[in-house]
């Protein structure tokens, strides 16, 4: 089966990161991703070369957004910084020629209906002007969250289908957040596209945790607790592009797409 697999990787050199792992298609961030200074393009030729580069190479960009953005939160000091802060990378994704901005769904405070941060989502579509495709991706842990549960994630989709814009919005499809969030992966790609009609991306990783635990930390592939077959199962049922955000460097990635191709 023919899938293009790729990697998290540092920010500098993207396609010189795609290169080291023999990779079509690379993740990174633009800047630090706990930080809501804005987006910073390292690539010491800016971002037009960048996108320019990547074109010549063949190499497929995607951006992820910073981790502490949130605009399903009824909390204006923090939905507000995190509407810009996503309108920024936006911006420079675009310039930089990314196929996906991935964001995480974010959450509501703990006695807030869920159905706030559904409309506070779709406000968010609408008021975002969306350049590149905008990947909305399910998370791990909170019970809080609106991308963990699949009953969240489809009050997510029901209110932003509502939106101008929401042509431009995709799922990127996470393997450790499904596993750790207490959705099986069996069925996963099945029933997140019965919500969404499409994913657009894989994260393809292992966990180090338990099934519903609710903790997120990666682990390379055999090294965790989701049986193989299975992550196979999912990259083979969602036949759209991978990133692997497994811990290493391009040694480790490497083994790491060998080991799952193998297995697709």
């Known amino acids: 089966m023919a899938v293009a697999i790729g990697a998290h990787v ?42 320019a580069r990547a074109e010549a ?5 995607y951006v992820h957004a910073p981790y502490i953005i949130n605009v399903a939160t009824t909390n204006n000091r923090i939905r507000i ?11 420079v994704a675009a310039e930089v020629g990314a196929k996906g901005l991935i964001v995480h769904g974010g959450h509501v405070i703990k006695d807030d209906d869920p159905a706030k941060g559904f409309d506070n989502w779709r406000k968010a579509i609408e008021a975002t002007d969306i350049k590149v495709p905008l990947l909305i991706e399910n998370t791990a842990g909170g019970d809080n969250a609106m991308a963990r ?3 969240r994630i489809a009050g997510v989709w029901e209110a932003i289908s509502k939106a101008d814009g929401f042509e431009n919005v995709g799922f990127c ?17 099945e029933d997140v596209r019965k919500i969404t009609d499409r994913i657009d991306l894989v994260h393809c990783n292992d966990s180090r ?18 049986d193989p077959d299975l992550l196979a199962q999912v990259v083979r ?15 480790e990635h490497t083994s790491d797409f060998a080991w799952l191709r193998e297995r697709i």
């Open 209 to 226: 945790d338990e099934f519903d635990s609710g903790a997120d930390r990666h682990a390379n592939f055999g090294a965790g607790k989701i």
């Open 149 to 151: 549960y699949l009953d």
């Open 173 to 189: 499809l996470d393997t450790c957040h499904a596993h750790a969030g207490g959705n099986p992966l069996e069925t996963v790609v």
């Open 81 to 91: 910084p995190s509407r810009k802060l996503l309108q920024q990378h936006m911006d």
């Open 57 to 61: 190479e063949g190499v497929d960009l």
């Open 10 to 51: 540092d920010q500098t050199d993207p396609v010189a990161e795609a290169t080291a792992r023999g990779a079509s298609l690379v993740q990174f961030f633009l800047g630090d991703p706990q930080s809501y200074k804005g987006p910073v393009v390292t690539y010491a030729e800016g971002a037009a070369a960048l996108k």
């Open 237 to 251: 049922d969602a036949g759209a592009p991978v990133i692997c955000e497994t811990p290493g460097g391009a040694a």
